[in-house]
């Protein structure tokens, strides 16, 4: 991947007059600004060793671009290649290459290869341009927290033992055809669907025990012929498949050994499995539990988010685990310090968050007014100077949840559609940086 080889602005770059093509010019605008943007995504593209694709290839500053646009209309990789053939205002600001339009595989394989931490760096110098252009200074500040979905079922033991058996088999096959069908084995994956579905339609706990019995022992059969399979592999043909299949067994192997035991655990013996014990997902082993106010249970990752004034995310954290808002409040504090050089003049943050530590430390380091949605016992003017502030800053939280929901609905924070935690991460940053750009493009001065 050439980073010197980038498509320049033509006067034939046209956008629509519609709302929506005002806005991706804008927004390329901006990009067109700052060119180290496309330094960052180069490196990314090298460090995974994405090479040119088709007779021109596809440069580092179309895949910035064709990623940005896929996240701030939400759109498929099927769907991004369509629009990108389809649409002028879309191949406009993609910059692509004259008559040439990048299929899917090649948008999946470029896109994600942009790093999250790269995401993050770029969501940075948009802010720094924002506080350049007095859009967004970072005096006033608000804190909540929310949940990102990840790709996944609802869990139980039964389906992940059943999602273990039917990855082994789909494994036991592939074996078989590298070793020529001289694999020794048998398909017990009907055999544990039928287990599966009676659990699932069987009530109280000692009906189902004996169903858990019968296909923990179809699980454990089936591991045991695919580690049977791992030895005989030495006799494949093709090395280059076996190292695939190797690997890809590796990496479920220990996964399934922990569903097993937490199985055996939490229906055979009756014991409490700790939430950051739990598998719950053989395909997102990465998903934490998360329980937010006695809600619903989520499968995921928590994200803690602070806003400005402006509605521009200042700052966001993927936390690991479920930890209590209250624990949060200072490190997210500290991180905003970190970037704008100075504790914000006034925050406020969910009820969540409140403690008397947390308000004592947050006034030492130089905050004036700090509002917790909820009182938590603590009196309205040691948090700020009088009740009607208290109830600005108040109503100014509020404003946070439409940012959430604007997120979640409209940039697709509601549920990650990218595997693994990585790819998590850099969805969750490349949303929040769509977020960012299409709102700084509307707010900044003409």
């Known amino acids: 991947m050439r980073q010197e080889r980038t498509v320049q602005a033509s006067l034939f770059d046209l956008f629509a007059e519609h709302e929506i093509g005002r806005e991706l010019k804008a927004m390329s605008q901006w990009l067109d600004e700052h060119r180290e943007l ?7 593209l090298r460090r995974h060793g994405v090479k040119e694709t088709g007779r021109q290839g596809l ?24 629009h990108l053939e389809d649409s002028a205002s879309f191949r406009a600001f993609a910059r692509l290459p004259l008559s040439w339009t990048p299929k899917k595989s090649v948008l999946h394989m470029t896109i994600s290869a942009i790093r999250f931490e790269t995401w993050e760096a770029i969501n940075r110098i948009l802010l720094a341009s924002a506080r350049q252009e007095k859009v967004e200074v970072g005096k006033v500040a608000r804190l ?10 609802e869990p139980s033991d039964s389906s992940l033992l059943w999602d273990a058996v ?35 339609f069987t009530r109280g706990r000692p009906n189902r025990v004996p169903h858990y019995r019968e296909l923990i022992k179809l699980t454990r059969a089936t591991l045991a012929y695919a580690d049977q399979a791992a030895m005989q592999l030495w006799r ?32 055979l013996r009756g014991e409490a499995v700790a939430a950051n014990e739990k598998i719950v997902s053989l395909f997102e082993p990465h998903a934490d539990i998360i329980v937010k ?44 310090i970190g970037f704008y050089g100075e504790a914000p003049r ?31 016992g603590l009196r309205v003017m040691d948090m700020v100077k009088s009740n009607w502030v208290y109830r600005k800053l108040r109503n ?20 990650c559609v990218w595997r693994g935690l990585d790819h998590f991460r850099a969805y969750v940053w490349s949303s929040v940086f769509a977020y960012n750009l299409a709102l700084f493009a509307r707010l900044k001065p003409i």
């Open 38 to 44: 496309i330094g960052l995504v180069a490196d990314d």
């Open 59 to 82: 440069p580092a500053e179309s895949i910035l671009r064709c990623g940005l646009l896929k996240q701030h209309r939400q759109l498929s990789y099927e769907e991004l290649a369509f």
């Open 144 to 153: 909540d927290s929310t949940v990102t979905a990840a790709l996944m079922h």
């Open 166 to 200: 039917r990855v082994m088999v789909r494994l036991l096959k592939g074996a078989d055809a590298l070793i020529g069908g001289r694999l020794v084995w048998r398909n017990h994956r009907r055999a544990a669907k039928k287990r599966a579905r009676a659990i699932e």
């Open 236 to 267: 494949a043909p093709d090395p280059m498949k076996v190292v695939a299949w190797q690997a890809e067994f590796r990496r479920y192997r220990p996964l399934i050994e922990r569903i097993i035991a937490q199985t055996e655990r939490r229906v």
């Open 293 to 336: 106010g006695g809600r619903e249970v989520e499968y995921g990752h928590k994200l803690n988010l602070t806003t400005g004034r402006s509605g521009l995310i200042l700052d966001l954290v993927i936390e690991a685990g479920n930890p209590a808002d209250s624990d949060r409040f200072l490190p997210m504090l500290n991180r905003h």
């Open 346 to 376: 006034q925050t406020a943050a969910d009820g969540g968050f409140a403690s008397r530590h947390n308000l004592g430390e947050a006034k030492a380091l130089g905050v004036r007014d700090v509002a917790f949605h909820k009182k938590a």
């Open 396 to 415: 100014f939280r509020a404003g946070i949840e439409s940012d959430i929901s604007c997120l979640k609905r409209a940039y697709g924070l509601a549920r």
